[in-house]
């Protein structure tokens, strides 16, 4: 992580996703711009908590590590989601592991400070109820997701949450199948059989060390509206 006290930028992205009414002259003066980058843990399980951060740029999974040692993906995050609101109001250790998929960028302010002056100011309380609201629906979605859904469509949905778009054909997959396997809550051997089937059907290619994607439109079609 890096960190810079750049006020002109703090502003910048303040004014860009119209959250000025949050931000007081004692958030502001005490507010740091910070910058991870892909791959790199924003969060992890058990450590403790130091900002509430506003995601102003990139996209990021939340998982969780099971007693058995394997991964379960939770949710992605993205522009103008917060990180940090529940441990700022339990005052408690993260809960989960937050890890950047791209380049990201949060507004981030001291939970040392915050805790201080949040339960005085409306329009935060409100934004950070509302907040808290909006992840405990996604996570009540997202956790029958494994049971409802075929993994053809988790995949289709995971493959487009890791960031790829129209514009970016090629999926090269930061991890293993093997860990791809277990965010998703299936078996290597099923994950490979998946993907195989995509391919079959046109909306994937495979090279040596990446997919290509073919028919997009297919692809974004099996993906609905899991974990959006």
Not at 194 to 201: A, E, H, S, V
Not at 210 to 228: G, M, P, Q, T
Request: glycine letters at 4%.
């Amino acid at each position: 992580m890096q960190r810079v006290k750049d006020i002109n930028l703090i502003e910048k992205y303040i004014r860009l996703n119209k959250i000025e009414n949050l931000f007081n002259d004692e958030i502001r003066k005490n507010s740091e711009i910070l910058f991870f980058n892909k791959r790199e843990l924003i969060f992890q399980e058990g450590e403790e908590i130091k900002y509430l951060m506003f995601f102003v740029e990139g996209k990021a999974k939340v998982y969780i590590t099971l007693k058995n040692g394997k991964l379960l993906l939770l949710d992605f995050y993205k522009e103008l989601d917060t990180l940090g609101d529940l441990e700022l109001i339990t005052n408690d250790f993260a809960s989960c592991n937050v890890e950047a998929i791209e380049p990201c960028i949060c507004i981030g302010i001291p939970l040392k400070v915050l805790r201080n002056i949040y339960y005085n100011d409306t329009n935060l309380m409100n934004f950070l109820c509302n907040s808290l609201g909006k992840k405990l629906k996604r996570s009540s979605k997202n956790a029958s997701i494994n049971l409802m859904y075929p993994l053809e469509n988790r995949v289709a949905s995971y493959i487009i949450s890791i960031g790829t778009d129209k514009n970016s054909e090629i999926i090269k997959f930061d991890e293993t199948l093997t860990v791809i396997s277990e965010l998703l809550g299936t078996s290597y051997r099923h994950l490979l059989r998946t993907l195989n089937r995509l391919c079959n059907k046109n909306i994937l290619k495979k090279e040596e060390d990446y997919y290509i994607i073919i028919d997009y439109k297919n692809l974004e079609e099996l993906a609905a509206d899991i974990y959006s």
